[in-house]
């Protein structure tokens, strides 16, 4: 069965710092990839998703993530965070079943930015 | 502007009693979802639909219920058997049938049983 891991529960990181938030897959096909973004008490934005091509992806508000199917991992990158950038990101696989698609996401990663 | 919207924001229910949360989607997607957020364990699946008429469960659908009568709303009811409800509720909807699609998420609705 697919499944996603964070292994960070929370990441602490000094504004202006680089971020990298850890994220591992298990699926047996071609992986579809996705990271979303939450802020408190407010529904999912997508920051990026990888579906092919490029290992290296760019997304919305200077976030990147890099596909390594050798290591089976999509982590997420940030040259430079900003303390608008607390918040808790997740990491999700899409999956078929059937006829269906669905998302399954890893348990996510609470980030905290210091001034 | 295309979006998705849940209601209420905040919802509080009595022991034994069903409640229903709205959700209603103007993106003119097919499908749509039901994830329940508790800390620390991430977004767990309840329910998916994937056209008007027909859902299924998703890995925790016990204690809930479904209807998809039309493309744009997806209720879902959480009913007294469900006997750890207080969480917080995201419905999401996609382009029908493709993995690598991505979902679009509303702001929740978080429920409290008092």
């Known amino acids: 069965a697919q499944s996603v891991t964070q292994p960070d529960i929370h990441i602490t990181v000094s504004e202006g710092a680089s971020l990298e938030l850890r994220c591992n897959y298990s699926y047996g096909a071609t992986p579809y990839l996705f990271w979303y973004v939450q802020s408190p008490g407010q529904g999912l934005q997508l920051l990026l998703k990888?579906?092919?091509?490029?290992?290296l992806v760019q997304g919305i508000k200077g976030f990147e993530a890099e596909f390594k199917r050798s290591q089976s991992s999509f982590n997420l990158r940030k040259p430079s965070v900003h303390w608008s950038d607390a918040a808790e990101y997740f990491c999700a696989v899409g999956v078929n079943t059937g006829t269906a698609s669905k998302l399954t996401f890893g348990t996510g990663t609470r980030l905290q930015v210091t001034l | 502007d295309g979006g998705i919207t849940q209601s209420p924001k905040y919802l509080f229910r009595k022991e034994g009693q069903n409640v229903t949360l709205s959700c209603e989607q103007n993106?003119?997607?097919?499908?749509m979802y039901w994830y329940r957020q508790d800390p620390g364990q991430g977004l767990r699946l309840i329910y998916y639909?994937?056209?008007?008429?027909?859902?299924q469960k998703g890995d925790i659908a016990e204690g809930y219920s479904v209807s998809r009568e039309k493309k744009e709303s997806f209720p879902l009811t959480v009913t007294s058997a469900q006997k750890n409800p207080t969480a917080f509720y995201l419905c999401a909807s996609s382009i029908r049938g493709y993995r690598r699609t991505e979902a679009f998420f509303g702001q929740g609705t978080r429920l409290t049983v008092v």
């Open positions: 639909s994937q056209i008007v008429n027909d859902f």
């Open positions: 993106l003119n997607h097919d499908a």
């Open positions: 990888y579906f092919s091509g490029d290992t």
